[in-house]
């Protein structure tokens, strides 16, 4: 008897160890930030992008990563029943971009979900190219403020020397372009809780710097700048965006190519602070994620020392 009881003792024992190690799993879980990667398509490596950014967020600790992959052809049976539910989530990565076939699109029932989860509240990231999609979405247009587009396609806008904004008219100047990928410089000339505690100036590498990018660019605030090394021209790197009582981030940074694995783009300890500051602010209006002591200088590039 006295070995039954203490065997029937050892399993609540272990029972209730059980059930408080998932309790506080749940827990946990149910106080990070959730968050969700849209991929499926795209001219740049979509597939090891959204893996990458899920490696970093992960890494930080203070979020869970959920991803919906779109279908990749127009007129696909699939599209049909893809359903994001961005309503489930504090904060959507768009990560998709039908540069390559403009047929592409979302149904028109998850473009409307998109735009009422943003002005309802909810935070939007646009990854890198996922600004050069639907050219044709007015409401996209606005959300993401300034996008890879043609002259016609909106105004434009550069950064004077002295921090003020320079807004080039709708028709004026060139499409959307770049360059050869460089090193930049970026030049912070907005306070944000994004980059609070951030030096003004910091070094990130082999970085596209868009020029030209042409929108609506309503209710919008320049965060930083880089200069175009052969014009002298400083033009915008990162940009939010108020849409309803939503924010939008957008930003050339993170560039990720077909053959690319872990690039320094993503590597850079700069690009990383910024990509989890950007998450936790787009879901809270805040960040708390420390500035860390190896942070970029201006003529310093860092790299974080990881492996995926």
């Not at 749940?26 to 991929?39: A, T, Y």
């Not at 990563?65 to 599209?79: Q, Y």
């Not at 509240?121 to 190219?129: A, D, V, Y």
Request: proline share 5%; with cysteine.
């Amino acid at each position: 008897m006295r070995h039954t009881f203490i065997y029937k003792y050892f399993l609540l024992v272990i029972s209730v160890f059980f059930v408080n190690v998932l309790s506080a799993q749940k827990e946990n879980n149910s106080k990070k930030i959730k968050v969700l990667i849209v991929d499926g398509y795209s001219n740049h490596n979509w597939r090891q992008t959204t893996k990458v950014v899920k490696h970093i967020l992960k890494n930080a600790g203070m979020f869970s990563v959920s991803v919906s992959t779109a279908p990749s052809e127009s007129g696909a049976k699939e599209w049909e029943t893809w359903e994001p539910q961005f309503d489930r989530y504090d904060v959507v990565i768009q990560n998709t971009n039908n540069i390559f076939n403009k047929k592409i699109k979302w149904p028109r029932r998850v473009q409307k979900e998109l735009e009422d989860y943003v002005s309802s509240g909810g935070g939007l990231f646009i990854l890198h190219s996922a600004n050069n999609a639907y050219a044709n979405w007015p409401e996209y247009n606005l959300m993401i403020g300034l996008g890879w587009r043609k002259p016609d396609e909106g105004v434009a806008l550069q950064v004077t020397d002295d921090g003020k904004i320079k807004t080039i008219p709708i028709g004026e100047g060139r499409k959307t372009y770049h360059g050869p990928r460089n090193d930049e410089v970026i030049n912070i000339i907005t306070d944000h809780p994004i980059n609070r505690g951030f030096p003004k100036k910091w070094k990130t590498p082999d970085m596209e710097l868009y020029k030209f990018a042409r929108g609506p660019a309503k209710n919008l605030t320049v965060l930083s700048y880089a200069t175009d090394d052969e014009t002298g021209i400083n033009w915008p790197v990162e940009w939010v965006v108020k849409y309803g009582k939503g924010r939008v981030y957008n930003s050339s940074m993170g560039h990720l190519w077909q053959d690319d694995i872990y690039p320094v783009t993503y590597r850079c300890v700069g690009f990383q602070t910024t990509l989890i500051r950007v998450t936790e602010w787009l879901a809270t209006g805040k960040t708390t994620w420390p500035v860390p002591e190896n942070f970029p200088t201006a003529t310093e590039i860092r790299l974080v020392n990881d492996s995926l």
